[in-house]
């Protein structure tokens, strides 16, 4: 089993920057890819930003692009989400999430997650 513990989150005003950690525990070798969702009231979880282990590649959602960077510590098996220029429609549960199989996929079809960190951006 994997263990995924989110850290990071809070308030912030428009414009501001949050970084998000995602630190991983367990048998952690089984992990091919690390992504970051949200989940905003009333509406479905999204897909962020995603990291593939085995060849390194990142994947975001067109609304992150420019603004947020997904990143890893190999040695202390943790994934960031470094999230810049933040807006109000950024407010959300933030989860991690990782997957057995290679690759990066966008649909929440993930082996293990988080338990979430809130995120708001006020105007």
């Known amino acids: 089993q994997v263990q995924l513990v989110e850290s990071g989150g809070g308030l912030v005003q428009a414009g501001g920057s949050l970084r998000l950690s995602c630190a991983a525990s367990?048998?952690?070798?089984?992990?091919?890819?690390t992504s970051w969702f949200r989940q905003a009231p009333g509406k479905e979880r999204e897909f962020v930003a995603g990291f593939s282990w085995s060849g390194g590649s990142t994947v975001y959602h067109d609304s992150v692009k420019g603004r947020f960077t997904i990143s890893r510590d190999n040695a202390k098996n943790t994934v960031y989400l470094q999230m810049n220029s933040l807006k109000p429609e950024d407010t959300a549960v933030y989860y991690c999430?990782?997957?057995?199989?290679?690759?990066?996929?966008?649909?929440?079809?993930?082996?293990?997650w988080g338990q979430g960190t809130q995120v708001t951006v006020s105007p």
């Open positions: 367990g048998r952690t070798f089984i992990i091919y890819a």
């Open positions: 999430a990782a997957r057995r199989a290679s690759g990066v996929i966008t649909t929440p079809n993930y082996d293990y």
